[in-house]
């Protein structure tokens, strides 16, 4: 079975702090997907990263930065220079396995989720 | 602007009375979701479907019903026999699997 564990349930930092979320997951699949996704205050999820399991390369998109290590089966979401506006409840997800053909119903397992909260 | 539409915002059940709530995507997404939030925990599938007349159920499918008549509806009904209906209902879609979910902006239920 997968699962997605986010140990950190709440964190709490003042602006311009750097501030890493944590995620690890577990399956016994070669090929899976790893998400990201923000849930602000008004509720829908945001999508923010899809990685795929043969990629480890470290991503940066603006403040936001990715490192995906198989070996230790994380996949850590860094926020640099934090905003109250990052202030959210951030999810990590795994997909599925591919089935038979290749093809996924996309199935989604979800960690608990992290509570930040940036102060000014 | 195409995008997933729920509704209602908020909704309240009643003891014994089953309630639908509505989900709608104009992104031309094969694939739609039903998740329920509960505070403190992650989002948990209780249907999905990947077209149209099929569906399959999730981890929580107990105490709900979906259909799925059309490409852009899957409409999620909250039976009777769901006993602790009281949740964030979160509809999502995607063109097809791996592909990142769109998500509504969800539906509050809760019993009166």
């Known amino acids: 079975a997968q699962k997605v564990t986010q140990a950190q349930t709440e964190i709490s930092v003042v602006e311009k702090e750097d501030v890493t979320l944590d995620c690890v997951y577990e399956?016994?699949?070669?090929?899976?997907?790893l998400f990201w996704y923000k849930q602000p205050p008004s509720g829908e999820l945001v999508f923010l990263i899809r990685r795929n399991s043969f990629d480890e390369q470290n991503e940066i998109s603006g403040r936001y930065s990715w490192n995906f290590q198989k070996s230790t089966s994380s996949f850590n979401f860094t926020i640099t220079a934090s905003q109250v506006v990052d202030s959210a409840v951030y999810f990590c997800a795994l997909s599925e396995a591919a089935r038979a053909g290749g093809t996924s119903y996309g199935k989604l397992t979800f960690g608990q989720g992290t509570i930040l909260t940036v102060h000014p | 602007d195409g995008g997933i539409t729920q509704s209602p915002k908020y909704l309240f059940r009643k003891e014994g009375q089953n309630v639908t709530l509505s989900c709608e995507q104009n992104?031309?997404?094969?694939?739609m979701y039903w998740y329920r939030q509960d505070p403190g925990q992650g989002l948990r599938l209780i249907y999905y479907?990947?077209?149209?007349?099929?569906?399959q159920k999730g981890d929580i499918a107990e105490g709900y019903s979906v259909s799925r008549e059309k490409k852009e509806s899957f409409p999620l009904t909250v039976t009777s026999a769901q006993k602790n209906p009281t949740a964030f209902y979160l509809c999502?879609?995607?063109?097809?699997?791996?592909?990142?979910?769109?998500f509504g902006d969800g539906t509050r239920l809760s019993i009166l």
């Open positions: 992104l031309n997404h094969d694939a």
């Open positions: 479907s990947q077209i149209v007349n099929d569906f």
């Open positions: 999502a879609s995607t063109l097809r699997g791996f592909q990142p979910q769109h």
């Open positions: 399956t016994r699949d070669t090929t899976y997907y």
